[in-house]
């Protein structure tokens, strides 16, 4: 069993940063990607970034440049610093791990808007 916790959300002005994080327990691959995901009010949810290692690592094209994904083995955490934020970034952010099963977490809400 895998649970996930997200973590770092909040409010933030145009053109600000945010980090999130998101802590997984159980049984977590090194070798199987993390991702992030968000959705906004009324749309569908979508993938964000994914990582399996430094020098692996995709990005959807809106946040391409500005968003940065990681993970920390040792810690079982993901990251997602995200800089140069912009209100259609408004989401609730998710962290997700596929082993057979889907996993996701419970979300943390990133507010941009001045």
């Known amino acids: 069993q895998v649970q996930l916790v997200e973590s770092g959300g909040g409010l933030v002005q145009p053109g600000g940063s945010l980090r999130l994080s998101c802590a997984a327990s159980?049984?977590?691959?090194?070798?199987?990607?993390l991702a992030w995901y968000r959705q906004a009010p009324g749309k569908q949810r979508e993938w964000v970034a994914s990582?399996?290692?430094?020098?692996?690592?995709s990005y959807a094209d809106s946040v391409k440049g500005r968003f940065a994904i990681s993970r920390d083995n040792a810690k079982n955490t993901v990251y997602l610093q995200m800089n140069s934020l912009k209100p259609e970034d408004t989401a609730v952010y998710y962290c997700?791990?596929?082993?057979?099963?889907?996993?996701w977490g419970q979300g943390t809400q990133v507010t941009v808007s001045s």
């Open positions: 159980g049984s977590i691959s090194r070798f199987n990607p």
């Open positions: 997700y791990y596929r082993f057979i099963w889907d996993y």
């Open positions: 990582v399996v290692s430094a020098d692996s690592t």
